[in-house]
Nanobody, 127 residues
Framework: VRVVESGGGLVQPGGSLRLSCVVT????????MAWFRQAPGKEREAVSC????????MYTDSVKGRFTVSRDNAKNTLYLQMSDLKAEDTAVYYC?????????????????????WGQGTQVTVSS
């Protein structure tokens, strides 16, 4: 399974972006998916996680109410809608996933659990 992220860019504070993650080599509906981000000099941190079916989502506290994760299994694509962006959201954003038979968002969203990583997409929030 491979993932390819896109949709990043330069945006002013308060602006919005929608990130996409296309999954190939597997059916998205079989995978629990997550978004991570990594700012320069910092560790990769979890942003959001989405279970399969209607089994819920999780967000890190700093993005709650501003970011929304969703999935379109028919298009094999994961999304992250980001609004009211802040300078501290600046980072490279990555998507990843694990089979639903092995993982559930409630198990904890830790980068060490995941092995599938794309090249990421850069999000820069600046005036």
């Amino acid at each position: 399974v491979r993932v390819v992220e896109s949709g990043g860019g330069l945006v002013q504070p308060g602006g919005s972006l929608r990130l996409s993650c296309v999954v190939t080599g597997g059916n998205l509906d079989f995978y629990v998916m997550a978004w991570f981000r990594q700012a320069p000099g910092k560790e990769r941190e979890a942003v959001s996680c989405i279970n399969t079916g209607d089994h819920g989502t999780m967000y890190t506290d700093s993005v709650k109410g501003r970011f929304t994760v969703s999935r379109d299994n028919a298009k094999n694509t994961l999304y992250l809608q980001m609004s009211d962006l802040k300078a501290e959201d600046t980072a490279v954003y990555y998507c990843t996933g694990l089979p639903k038979t092995l993982y559930y968002c409630g198990d904890g969203v830790d980068a060490s659990k995941f092995a599938i990583w794309g090249q990421g997409t850069q999000v820069t929030v600046s005036s």
